[in-house]
């Protein structure tokens, strides 16, 4: 509890965390969602990064230099629609275990496009409103975006030369 509130308060500046197989170092991305154990893992392993002058910031936050996490509405007006590369945006769940086998397969197609499509993951449980917006209604739901204007779709997990027929198709 004790670590919760030094994450509510902003006293955790930066954290290492750790999404799939890649760690991130900098800003805290949300305190919503976190579990008290995850929280005190954080702070025991990595005490270096207290700082009680910090302000608490709540942008989205790295998977890797082109993979991040949509945090609001906002957040996606910014990386999503006002991007002037291709997006890529993976509206997934938590509990889909569909969404956990699309996500490597994502990641490996996307990785091989040397960061000129970006990739924007939306939790629909954590962004509700976002996911109802766009008419999602079954996870995965995969959207992909160019010039602000969403251009082609898919649902459902598909095979990794299916993904990368996707993604090229953006691209051209």
């Known amino acids: 509890m004790a670590a919760r509130q030094l994450l509510q308060r902003g006293l955790l500046r930066q954290t290492a965390w750790t999404l799939g197989r890649k760690v991130c170092q900098g800003p805290v991305p949300m305190v919503t969602g976190l579990k008290s154990a995850s929280v005190v893992l954080v702070v025991q392993r990595f005490p270096q990064f207290i700082n009680s002058s910090a302000p608490f910031h709540s942008s989205s936050h790295c998977l890797d230099e082109n993979s991040f996490i949509i945090q609001d509405r906002d957040d996606f007006q910014e990386k999503v629609l006002n991007s002037k590369s291709p997006v890529i945006v993976d509206f997934h769940a938590e509990w889909c275990n569909p969404c956990k086998a699309l996500a490597p397969v994502l990641d490996a197609v996307l990785q091989n496009t040397k960061g000129q499509v ?27 975006f160019k010039g602000g204007q969403k251009v082609s779709k898919f649902i459902g997990n598909q095979s990794q030369e299916k993904v990368e027929a996707f993604v090229e198709k953006l691209l051209t």
Do not use: H, N, R, Y
């Open 118 to 144: 970006k990739l924007a993951k939306v939790d629909i449980d954590e962004l509700q409103d976002l996911a109802i917006g766009f008419g999602v209604d079954s996870v995965p739901t995969i959207m992909a």
